[in-house]
C-alpha cells in the first residue's frame, strides 16, 4: 500500500509560480512511477506529468511542457511539480498518483491517490 499526500496549492495570479508536493508511505518509493494530474471544474482528468521509478525519465503533456518541472527525492520519499509561469487554465484540482516503475499519462494506470491540493489562478 501507497498513502500519498498533496500539499502547496493555492492562489496565485497569472505569471506567478508554484511548487506541489506529494509525500508518500512506503519503503520502496524509489521503484514506483509518480504521476501529477488534473481536474478543473466540469473536465475530465487529465494527465500533467509524470516520473518513472529507479530511471526516473520524466514525461509531460503539451500543456505544460517548458512551464512545469516534475521531480522526486527518494530519500525523503517526496515528489515535487514546480509550476512557473501559471495561466487562468492551468486552475484544477491537483492528484498525485503512484503506479509501479513505469510511468504513464493515463490515469487509469495509477492504483494509489492522494485526495488533490487546489490550485487557483486568476487573471
Known amino acids: 500500500q501507497v498513502q500519498l499526500v498533496e500539499s502547496g496549492g493555492g492562489l496565485v495570479q497569472a505569471g506567478d509560480s508554484l511548487t506541489l508536493s506529494c509525500a508518500a508511505s512506503g519503503r520502496t518509493f524509489s521503484s514506483y512511477a509518480m504521476g501529477w494530474f488534473r481536474q478543473a471544474p466540469g473536465k475530465e482528468r487529465e494527465f500533467v506529468a509524470a516520473?518513472?521509478?529507479?530511471?526516473?525519465?520524466?514525461t509531460y503533456a503539451d500543456s505544460v511542457k517548458g512551464r512545469f518541472t516534475i521531480s522526486r527525492d527518494n530519500a525523503k520519499n517526496q515528489v515535487y511539480l514546480q509550476m512557473y509561469a501559471l495561466r487562468p487554465e492551468d486552475t484544477a484540482v491537483y492528484y498525485c498518483?503512484?503506479?509501479?516503475?513505469?510511468?504513464?499519462?493515463?490515469?487509469?494506470?495509477?492504483?494509489?491517490w492522494g485526495q488533490g491540493t487546489l490550485v487557483t489562478v486568476s487573471s
Open positions: 516520473i518513472s521509478g529507479i530511471s526516473g525519465t520524466t
Open positions: 498518483a503512484a503506479r509501479w516503475l513505469l510511468n504513464s499519462g493515463n490515469h487509469l494506470n495509477y492504483d494509489y
